[in-house]
């Protein structure tokens, strides 16, 4: 028997163990189409009833608390408990200095984003103030007489 053959086999004898029906269609037969009413009672009434914990043989108890007993405690060595201790607090410094805390900023201060917002304002608008003085003098300038331009030497 091929090893296909017999995961067949194993497929269709677990089938039957549950009550799953087990059949053999001809290639290309179509299967019944299966009603919405019918797909419901089939959800609603489980065929085996849930075992629980609480619903488990006395054996089962029993070496289920007899394995819980003979669990060993954990032991920590002191000596790594303490390197690991060690190890954690210069990690923490070694973060604390990669990553400094930022300076405590009262409420009255304002945030540092919103003071290089208005230092931009404030270089936007001398920049803005003498391009304009530029062009009224540069407007001025040729009403009284044109502009010369320099010869390059």
């Not at 488990?56 to 000596?79: C, E, I, K, M, R």
Request: overall charge positive; some cysteine; charged content about 25%.
């Amino acid at each position: 028997m091929s090893p296909r053959c017999f995961g067949r086999l194993v497929i269709m004898l677990r089938r039957a163990e549950t009550g799953a029906s087990n059949r053999v269609l001809a290639v290309g037969a179509v299967s019944p189409v299966r009603t919405v009413e019918s797909a419901q009672s089939a959800a609603a009434t489980p065929n085996t009833p849930v075992k629980t914990r609480e619903m488990a043989s006395p054996d089962f108890h029993q070496a289920l608390a007899a394995q819980q007993a003979a669990a060993p405690a954990q032991l920590v060595d002191p000596d790594i408990a303490e390197a690991v201790e060690r190890q954690t607090a210069a990690m923490r410094a070694l973060s604390r200095r990669t990553f400094p805390e930022p300076d405590v900023i009262t409420d009255d201060a304002p945030a540092p984003m919103e003071a290089a917002r208005a230092q931009r304002r404030r270089q936007a608008a001398a920049t803005e103030a003498a391009a304009l003085r530029r062009a009224r003098a540069e407007r001025a300038g040729k009403a009284q007489s044109p502009r010369q331009l320099g010869q390059t030497g």
